[in-house]
């Protein structure tokens, strides 16, 4: 991968996007980690209309941003998009490192801060910063932790990761104590549980309709690191023990779960990764100005879902985005 690294944030910085049709890339250079040299991508899309409004969204584990789809349908509404590759993810995984690979969720902190900076020497001046499954996570905490910040005015989480979804007793006994080995071994892998049939039902070449990088979104990823279970473990004791924010908050996830050892077509109609149930619940753990909206027979991605479902979740979305931003 060819890296740009600039002082400046003109827009002679960007190059074209892999996904072409107006997508243009930023690469940036970050502090060196754990594991070496470290990049994030911001990828961007204008709006046709004249506008200061802006969207920064954040995909979730084992994802990147592909949704061309959903930037457009932002662009319509007169929202300039924008998204990150977070460091180790897609466009900005790097040889040297295990794709995924985080201990702490605080990471993350330096490229979307920089991303909203970005954006805001770009003229905008109203963000909503917006984030799936683990990028739900990230999003909710980010706002919490920056809760006086001028660069970002709402959050949008579509099906946020607030929970495992496991047994009580795997819930209660055994993460806690991953989470603890997390902390001495972060590097000792353990089976991820994901089931392959998620990503089977989104992709085209098996039972989906949509085309991406099997390099950069497997559809099955066999194990995740004590590491990385610590740094979820770690964010999700955040919110579960109670959080108030000072933006606008709006969470959407599917009316129901799915789960299965064969395929079957019902996992295009529910969440095949995390317990709606836990979503809902500890929704209700972050005070302030919060919408909880259920999306009937949505799959985990619920831009992703069958066609008259996902038009459900972008009407309900820009129906929350009217009410609160001008």
Not at 38 to 58: D, G, W
Not at 81 to 91: H, I, M, N, S
Not at 307 to 319: C, I, L
């Amino acid at each position: 991968m060819k890296t740009e690294k600039s002082t400046n944030t003109s827009h002679t910085d960007y190059f074209a996007d892999v996904l072409g049709d107006g997508f243009n890339r930023l690469t940036r250079v970050h502090a060196p980690d754990y594991e070496g040299a470290v990049i994030s991508t911001l990828i961007r899309r204008h709006s046709e209309m004249p506008s200061k409004k802006a969207m920064l969204y954040i995909h979730g584990f084992n994802d990147y941003f592909f949704q061309d789809e959903m930037a457009k349908k932002f662009n319509a509404e007169g929202y300039h998009f924008y998204a990150l590759d977070l460091r180790k993810y897609g466009r900005s995984h790097l040889s040297h490192q295990k794709l995924n690979n985080v201990r702490s969720l605080l990471e993350y902190d330096e490229e979307i801060t920089l991303a909203l900076q970005i954006m805001r020497s770009e003229n905008n001046n109203q963000t909503i910063l917006m984030g799936h499954s683990t990028g739900g996570l990230i999003v909710t905490n980010y706002a919490k932790n920056h809760e006086n910040s001028p660069l970002f005015n709402g959050v949008i989480c579509n099906s946020p990761f607030y929970e495992f979804n496991l047994s009580l007793l795997k819930r209660n006994i055994g993460i806690p104590v991953l989470s603890i080995l997390g902390k001495y071994f972060p590097n000792k892998p353990i089976a991820s549980g994901l089931s392959k049939f998620y990503g089977y039902s989104l992709h085209k070449d098996k039972f989906g309709e949509w085309n991406y990088s099997l390099i950069w979104k497997p559809n099955n990823i066999t194990h995740v690191n004590f590491g990385f279970i610590r740094a979820i473990h770690k964010a999700q004791k955040i919110i579960k023990k109670g959080i108030t924010l000072k933006v606008p908050l709006l969470v959407m996830h599917s009316s129901q779960s799915v789960y299965g050892n064969q395929w079957s077509e019902k996992f295009k109609e529910g969440d095949a990764v995390l317990n709606h149930h836990h979503i809902h619940k500890y929704t209700h753990h972050i005070k302030g100005d919060v919408t909880n909206i259920k999306i009937e027979n949505g799959m985990h991605d619920l831009f992703l879902s069958k066609k008259t479902v996902r038009d459900e979740a972008y009407q309900k979305t820009f129906e929350w985005m009217r009410l609160h931003f001008k």
